[in-house]
């Protein structure tokens, strides 16, 4: 069965400075993978996402992610932190293949805290 | 409308009473999800709706949870019964066939919060 896990519930970082948010999925195939952030009051809006092709994607607001098959993960990564950046940050994992109906499942979330 | 609409945006209800949540998706998107978020408990699936397929019901919680879409449009929640536990905020989603190029973006509703007393 697909899933997703975020192992990092809460992050702290300084503002300016480098972060990664990590995913690492189950999936039968490869997956169309995304990541999605929740500001405070905000609904869920798609950061990037990954289908195929160059691994490394760009997303909006300076994020990109990495999808590396050998080891399940599509960490998100930025180089400069931002206080606008403060959020929840959901990965997920979706895409059709036998067996499956192409629903996203999505990971359990990372809240990003940001310090001045 | 230019964006998911759900409706109501907050509902309280006493236990045991049965809720209605609505989603009007964007239009022309064929794909419709609802999910429930939790404190701390991330984005639980619930239901998928594509096109004209038989939806997706495998993350319903109990048979207390049922959903709708007439006319591949607009899609209704029911909870039946209401427990404490059914409080969290339902988000609704769309997005268009997984075929195209905008293949699995969703885009998300502001939800609708339901406190159980």
């Known amino acids: 069965a697909q899933s997703v896990t975020q192992p990092d519930i809460h992050i702290t970082v300084s503002e300016g400075a480098s972060l990664e948010l990590r995913c690492n999925y189950s999936?039968?195939?490869?997956?169309?993978l995304f990541w999605y952030v929740q500001s405070p009051g905000q609904g869920l809006q798609l950061l990037l996402k990954?289908?195929?092709?160059?691994?490394l994607v760009q997303g909006i607001k300076g994020f990109e992610a990495e999808f590396k098959r050998s080891q399940s993960s599509f960490n998100l990564r930025k180089p400069s932190v931002h206080w606008s950046d403060a959020a929840e940050y959901f990965c997920a994992v979706g895409g059709l293949l036998a067996g499956n109906t192409g629903k996203l499942i999505f990971g359990q979330g990372t809240t990003l805290q940001v310090k001045p | 409308g230019a964006g998911v609409s759900q409706s109501p945006s907050n509902k309280v209800t006493e236990k045991g009473k049965d809720v209605e949540l609505r989603c009007d998706p964007i239009s022309g998107h064929t794909a419709l999800y609802w999910y429930r978020q939790s404190l701390g408990q991330g984005l639980e699936f619930l239901i998928y709706f594509q096109g004209n397929s038989a939806p997706d019901k495998s993350g319903l919680p109990s048979d207390r949870f049922s959903a709708e879409r007439t006319g591949g449009s607009v899609s209704t929640l029911t909870i039946q019964r209401t427990q404490q536990e059914d409080s969290a905020v339902y988000l609704c989603?769309?997005?268009?066939?997984?075929?195209?190029?905008?293949?699995?973006?969703?885009?998300f509703g502001e939800g609708s919060r339901l406190t159980v007393l």
């Open positions: 999936y039968g195939a490869t997956p169309y």
């Open positions: 989603a769309s997005s268009r066939d997984l075929a195209g190029a905008g293949a699995g973006e969703l885009f």
């Open positions: 990954y289908f195929s092709g160059d691994t």
